[in-house]
Antibody, heavy 123, light 110 residues
Framework: EVQLVESGGGLVKPGGSLRLSCAAS????????MTWVRQAPGKGLEWVGR??????????DYAAPVKGRFTISREDSENTLYLQMDNLKSDDTAVYYC??????????????WGQGTLVTVSS | QSALTQPPSASGSPGQSVTISCTGT?????????VSWYQRHPGKAPKVMVY???KRPSGVPDRFSGSKSGNTASLTVSGLRAEDEADYYC??????????FGGGTKLTVL
C-alpha cells in the first residue's frame, strides 16, 4: 500500500525556518516525481513545488510565491522527501501535503497524497 | 498565475446529475490536456477521480466523467449518491512547469 507520512509542522515566527519531511513507502520512491501542495485555512489547494526523479534530472520547480524561500530535496536511500522553508510569512500558514505526481495516472496528476502537516506562521 | 475558478458550491438530489466547472485560460486548461479532478471527504486525503481530462482510474465509478471545452473543464457526476457529498478540486498543468488548482467546490447531496 502506498503511504506518505508528513512530519515537521508546527508554530514558527515570521522570518523563521522550518523543515518538513515526508516518509514514503509502498512504491519505488526513487522513480517518483514528488510534489508539495498546501491549503491555507478556508482556501483552496495551492501547488508549492515538485522534484523530479533522479533519472529525470532530479531538478526542482517552485511556484512563484515560494521561489527563493523554499527548497525541495529528496533522499532516495531513505525514501524521504523534504521541504525546507525559510523566511516564512504569515501567508505560508497552511496544511502542507506531500504527494506523488504522475507516478500512477500520467503527467501532472497528483496521484497519492499524504494526510498533511500544519504549519502556522505567527508571532 | 491565478488559481482556476470553480463555483464554491453545487448540489443535487440522489439520482440526479450535477456538473462542476473549472475555468482557466488558454495558458493552462485550454493549452494542455492535463486536467485532473480530485474528491476529498472531510479528514481524508484527496483522491483522483479523473485525470488527463477524461480518464478514470480503476475503481472510480463510471458515474464520474470529465470533459473540456476551450478554457473550461467539467466534472459530471451522474446518478448522485449520498457518498458523493465531498469537496471537489480541479487541477491543470499551466506551462513553465507550473501546476494550478481550483478553489474547490463543495458538493451537497440533498
Amino acid at each position: 500500500e502506498v503511504q506518505l507520512v508528513e512530519s515537521g509542522g508546527g508554530l514558527v515566527k515570521p522570518g523563521g525556518s522550518l523543515r518538513l519531511s515526508c516518509a514514503a513507502s509502498g512504491f519505488t520512491f526513487s522513480k517518483a516525481w514528488m510534489t508539495w501542495v498546501r491549503q491555507a485555512p478556508g482556501k483552496g489547494l495551492e501547488w508549492v513545488g515538485r522534484i523530479r526523479s533522479k533519472t529525470n534530472g532530479g531538478t526542482p520547480d517552485y511556484a512563484a510565491p515560494v521561489k527563493g524561500r523554499f527548497t525541495i530535496s529528496r533522499e532516495d536511500s531513505e525514501n524521504t522527501l523534504y521541504l525546507q522553508m525559510d523566511n516564512l510569512k504569515s501567508d505560508d500558514t497552511a496544511v502542507y501535503y506531500c504527494a506523488t505526481e504522475g507516478y500512477v495516472y500520467g503527467f501532472h496528476a497528483v496521484d497519492t497524497w499524504g494526510q498533511g502537516t500544519l504549519v502556522t506562521v505567527s508571532s | 498565475q491565478s488559481a482556476l475558478t470553480q463555483p464554491p458550491s453545487a448540489s443535487g438530489s440522489p439520482g440526479q446529475s450535477v456538473t462542476i466547472s473549472c475555468t482557466g485560460t488558454s495558458s493552462d486548461i485550454g493549452g494542455y490536456n492535463y486536467v485532473s479532478w480530485y474528491q476529498r471527504h472531510p479528514g481524508k486525503a484527496p483522491k483522483v477521480m479523473v485525470y488527463g481530462v477524461n480518464k478514470r482510474p480503476s475503481g472510480v465509478p463510471d458515474r464520474f466523467s470529465g470533459s473540456k471545452s476551450g478554457n473550461t473543464a467539467s466534472l459530471t457526476v451522474s446518478g448522485l449518491r449520498a457518498e458523493d457529498e465531498a469537496d471537489y478540486y480541479c487541477s491543470s498543468y499551466a506551462g513553465g512547469s507550473n501546476l494550478l488548482f481550483g478553489g474547490g467546490t463543495k458538493l451537497t447531496v440533498l
